[in-house]
């Protein structure tokens, strides 16, 4: 089955540990997307990238970073320099928008980080 | 200021109602207009897209955009309790530095009660 995988579905950090969160698509999608949603917040942007090896911010990107090496893989590291982490994170990717039918986005499950 | 804003609610109404949702956007590079549900710890998932002013119709559902306003809604018909999630308006943006950028609003908590 074809679509977006996030793992792992829950996770606990340590405060002052990086964790990477992982996000794999089958879509052969070539834009992929990172957002972090809080009550009362919506989903906010943090990186964004619309092909291999090319990312760019969003609007909270501080304290992550993402690598963008193969097609189908978007990664988003939460670093130790996040004062708040705790948030649960959505994946999501679509084909690029340069065509008003395939700007779709589909998105993971989620990864729900809390530190402990 | 937010590039979408959207109502968070919490909105709540009897089963049979018309819903009304709205967001409204500040950047005109925006050109694509999207609506997703969702359900509570899961993903977002696709209700209706939008390119052009005017209305999309899916089932009981209508999307309506109005660019000159830069106003978006989403209008449900004959509300059922299984509609009861979250409701996100997002803009795609289709021009400048910032293209293939895809934004939501705060996302609007719907409850069905029947």
């Known amino acids: 089955d074809g679509g977006i995988t996030q793992s792992p579905k829950y996770l606990f950090r340590k405060e002052g540990q990086n964790v990477t969160l992982s996000c794999e698509q089958n879509?052969?999608?070539?834009?992929m997307y990172w957002y972090r949603q809080d009550p009362g917040q919506g989903l906010r942007l943090i990186y964004y990238?619309?092909?291999?090896?090319?990312?760019q911010k969003g609007d909270i990107a501080e304290g992550y970073s993402v690598s963008r090496e193969k097609k189908e893989s978007f990664p988003l590291t939460v670093t130790s320099a996040q004062k708040n982490p705790t948030a649960f994170y959505l994946c999501?990717?679509?084909?690029?928008?340069?065509?008003?039918?395939?700007?779709?986005?589909?998105f993971g499950q989620g990864t729900r980080l809390t530190v402990v | 200021q937010k590039e979408v804003e959207q109502d968070p609610g919490p909105l709540s109404v009897p089963e049979g109602a018309i819903v009304s949702l709205n967001c409204t956007y500040s950047?005109?590079?925006?050109?694509?207009f999207m609506w997703y549900r969702q359900y509570s710890r899961k993903g977002p998932e696709l209700l209706m897209y939008?390119?052009?002013?005017g209305n999309k119709e899916d089932g009981r559902f209508t999307a309506q955009v109005d660019k000159s306003s830069k106003y978006i809604s989403l209008f449900i018909r004959d509300s059922q309790p299984s509609d009861s999630a979250t409701y996100l308006c997002?803009?795609?943006?289709?021009?400048?530095?910032?293209?293939?950028?895809?934004?939501f609003g705060q996302g609007t908590i719907l409850t069905v009660h029947p």
């Open positions: 999501a990717s679509s084909i690029t928008g340069s065509r008003p039918t395939n700007t779709e986005a589909f």
């Open positions: 997002a803009s795609l943006n289709a021009g400048g530095t910032s293209y293939g950028k895809l934004t």
């Open positions: 879509l052969n999608h070539d834009a």
């Open positions: 950047n005109s590079a925006f050109q694509y």
């Open positions: 939008t390119y052009s002013s």
């Open positions: 990238s619309q092909i291999v090896n090319d990312f």
